[in-house]
Structures are given as C-alpha cells and as structure tokens.
C-alpha cells in the first residue's frame, strides 16, 4: 500500500503542508522536510518551482520565483531528495505545473519519483481527462498516486468522475481562488464543506487554500479528513526563516 | 491533412485544455457553447452588422502599386489597419463580447501587451456597456502610455502585473488568476489565436472574417479567389490565423508566416517561437514554447510589443510542423526597414508588427506574375514613439 494511504487510515485529522523548493535557500529543502515530520507533520508536498505558476498566489508566486533565482531545477531537487526515505517516513508529495514535468520527460520524471520514494503527485494543469488518456498507465506502474483538485463550482457530477479515477485523496480546493488569497471560512465553505461529505465519496477529502491557523484548521477539517496549509507556512518561512518550523506547527495544533 | 481543430481540441498534437480544475467549469461551458451561439441567426446578424456599422468592414484589400513595382510581383495589403481602434484585433472582441453577453456574464477581463487588444476590448465593453478589467504588464504600462489613457477614456481599469516579467506572458498569469478568482460572472477576453481550447478555434474564426473578404475581393480584382501567398506576422498569430484560415485547405496557396527575430534569432533576444520553440505547455495550451531546458518559460524579445510572446499559438504550431506554411524570422532593423519603406512609397504608416510581414519581401523572392496578399494588421500610431526614436526623426 502507497504511504498516501496507509496514513489516511490513521484516525486523526491530517495536517499537510506545503511549501516550494529551494525557499527560502536553495539547500534547505532536505532540513525542512524532516523538521516538519520532527513537528507531527503527516504529510509534505514538496513544490517543484515553476516560472508562471498560474493557479497561485503573490506568496506562492514570489517563493517560487526565489527558489528558480536560487538556482532550483528539476534535476538538482531530485538530488537533493535522494537519500531523502533515509531519514523520513512520512508520504511525500510533489507538487508542480505539469511542462516541467513534461520536459524531464513524463516516465522519467515518475522513475526517478518512484527511486527515492515520492508517493504522489499533484499537477494542478494537468486536467484528469487527459491524465486518464495519457499518462494514469505510467503514473500505475510506478505506483503513484496522482491527487486531482475539485472547487466548489465542480458539479457533483464531475466529483463523481474525479473520485473514480482518483487514489488517495482528492485535494479539496476551499473557495473560488488562487492560493493564499483568503483568509476565514464563512457559511459558503460550510455548505460546500458538508455538500461534499454528504457525496460520501470513496476517497477522502483534504481541503486547501485559505487555510492559515488553528481555527481555519479546525473548521475545514470538521467535515474533511485534513488540511493543508501552503501559503501561510511560506510567509512564516519568509518571516523566521527555516529555523522556527516548531512554533509554527505547534501553533496549528 | 486537416488544419482545423480536431473534435478534442487538438491541431495535430498542439493545442488542448491544459487547466486547473478552477478553469473547467468556465472552459467546459464555453466550448459546449461557443459552435452554437455563434450559428445563431441573431448572433450572426449582429456580429455582422457590428463588422459593417461599427468596425467599418469589409477592410480594402489594396493594390500597392509602387511596392509592386519595386519588388516585381504583385502584392495587394489587406487593409485592417484601417478597422476601428487601428487593428484587427477588434473583429475578436466583438465577437468574444456577443458570446459573453449569451452566456450571461457581466464582467469583462482581458491581458494586452502593447495595449491594443486592451483598448479593443475596453471599446467593446464601452459598447455593450460591461465593466472591464484589463491586465497589462507593470514594464508595458510604462512604455505604452497613450494605450493605457484610451483604455481609461473607455471606461477600463487597468490593472498592472506585478509579477514575472512584468509584460504580455505576466499579464496574462494575472488574467488567468482573476478568472479563477471570479468564476461565475466573468468572462475572459483573450486576444490571441492562444489559450486552452475552444479559444485559438473560436479566435481564429471570429478573425476568419479577413481570409473570407479576400476571398472575395480577390475575385473582383484578379479573377480567381486564390492569391499565390498570404502573409502575415505572428506574435500569438492571431491576425495570421484569420488571414491563412480560408487557405489552409488550397494547397495551391502558398502560407507564409513571420515571426520576430528580435535582435536576431540566436541573440538571446528573439521571438522566433518555430525556431527556438519546443514542445510545451504555456497558458493552458501545449505548443511550441520558448523555455530553458527544465522547462520554465523564457522572456522573448522584439521591438514590437505585438509580437514578443514565447509561445505561438496551437494551430502555427501545427503548421510549422507539418511545413503547411513556411515560417520567416525578421529582425527588429529588417522590419523597421520595412516599415519605412512602406510609408515612402504607400504613404501609410504601418505598426511594427506588420512591418514584419512586410520585411519578408526582401527574403523571399516571388514571381512577377505571383499575387502576394499581405496582412496589414494594424497602423502605426502606437508605435510612433518607437520609430521617432529608431530612426531619430
């Protein structure tokens, strides 16, 4: 069983936390994954900076556009992950825009995924008709999980779609929104909150963007199996630097 | 071989949706809707009329003599710089703004380089009386002045981008973000045969109406529908694509396309998409892309705001590959050249954008019988400033 799984199994709400490697230095993305597992983290996706993130925020944005002025490149985050299942037991996720995944070369990009121990991937421009077609058969034999987004304008059934092709999780995008541009969950969440439990779907559910505290936390996770929080760790990040990782986790729960 | 879009939205193996899940709903409805809307009878007749009261169509197609003479062939210029607003990125913009009124919407947005597609959709919106945000790079804002003061004469906002480059491809991210931030009232202009599909299709044949009057035209001028050549510029390629569309299927037609070369293709400071382009994916859609080699997206370059875009759109791409149409590289001294000769011997001042198209004269050498159709696809009041100081006038 992939480790996306077999964590999901734990009867605990998931904290997830992303943030863009190579930020706030090139070298600390091996420190801040293993600092985040140290803080009761359950699982991290890694991202893979990518010049015109389109579905992100000035945060996320700005840190990716800082780890590529850093020198990031697929091949040198792939180096820096390598010895990574060495000292990390926790599922690891990379999440990225899909051309550079394109231009590693799709089966090459998954081979190396699958040689250091990256559990899933999440390619928020990769649309899921097109990975069914394409992409799902190379994605299976390297035993990947590819976790797909749905918003609260995707109809019920095209959630029904999506959680039959999907493993895992699927990543539950909170508000109509670019990533980190909101903050508060208010009766809209809610509804849309419970509208998808109520579709008892196979797989469960993570929300993401919007989420930032404790409280924001706590609200997405009352009707979903976890939270993710990006936008928000960067700012710490940019803050404190990669020092304080702790505090900030603490703080959520 | 086909040129058109196929039924999944792929010209060959470019083009496609590539979206976030935030875009499908907008995207899906668009291209469940945008073949229907536009063959409805109202639409048409007001589409039409619009063209004619509004725009001022059909555009001349015009012998140009004495550029016929100097380069012994016969060449005729499709006149769009005379359109409303100086180009023909308006023929789009109403079509886009018809369909958006359809489709319920009620708030515009769009992305612009050098601030004529921004100024034609803010025109439009003006007509139709739709709120309109247009996007523009931080860098462009500063260098395009007067473009940005019509758009708010319009009524307009413009919004700057601050990320990125600060230019066409930013702005664009920005749109996008907008859209997805905005899902249920707005919709998004874009102004480019570029995007995910049904964009590039629905953008093409919104600018179809140029290859379709020179169908015509030609008739009553030559005698026969077919010109040898069509050529125009390409930056995304959307007054290409509406100039080739009626050809694509005439093998007899010759298609030639022209891209900016900057300071020259292998400067670093280039647009020549076919020629440092490779496969990718930019905007949604998978084409040729100027990117490094771990695949982020490159900063092109040309003198012409119109043109510096590091993809080209899906339907080009197809094009460059399978050698439908044969792709120029023009460089910034070329097409400057270009377009000064243009206003010496035919008294019209054509954008550098055109002059591009116009510069494939001296690289191309055609038959005294040939008739040659270029596109003129916008007038030079914009660019004043950038010939003022290129030439030192």
Redesign the interface.
Known sequence: MNRIEQKLQEDKKILSIYFSAGYPNLNDTVQIIQDLEKNGVDLIEIGLP???P??D??TI?ASS?AA?HNGM???ILFDQLKDIRKTVSIPLIIMG????????GVEAFCAKCAEIGIDGLII?????D?YAEEYKATFDKYGLINI????P???DE?IRFIDSVSSGFIYM?SS???TG?QAGFGNVQENYFKRIADLNLKNPQIVGFGINNAETFNQATQYAKGAIIGSAFIKHLSEEGSGKIADFVKAIR | MLYNVDEKGYYGQFGGAYIPEMLYPNVEELRQQYLKIMAEPDFKAEFDQLLKDYVGRPSPLYFAKRLSEKYNTKIYLKREDLNHTGAHKINNTIGQILVAKKLGKKRIIAETGAGQHGVATATVCALMGLECIVYMGEIDIARQAPNVARMKMLGATVRPALSGSRTLKDATNEAIRDWINNPVDTHYIIGSAIGPHPYPDMVTRFQSVISEEIKWQLKEKEGRENPDYVVACIGGGSNAAGTFYHFLHEPEVGIIAVEAAGKGIHSGHSAATSKLGKVGIIHGCKTLLMQTPDGQITEPYSISAGLDYPGVGPMHAHLAETGRAEFFSVTDDDAMQAGLELCKLEGIIPAIESSHALAVLNDKKFKPEDVVVICLSGRGDKDLNNYIEYFKI
């Open positions: 990518f010049s015109d389109l579905a925020g000035p944005q556009t590529l490149t697929t091949q825009y899909f051309n550079p995944m394109l231009q590693y928020p421009d990769l649309p899921v097109v797909f987004l749905i918003t304008q995707t109809s095209r995008v109509a929104s670019v541009s």
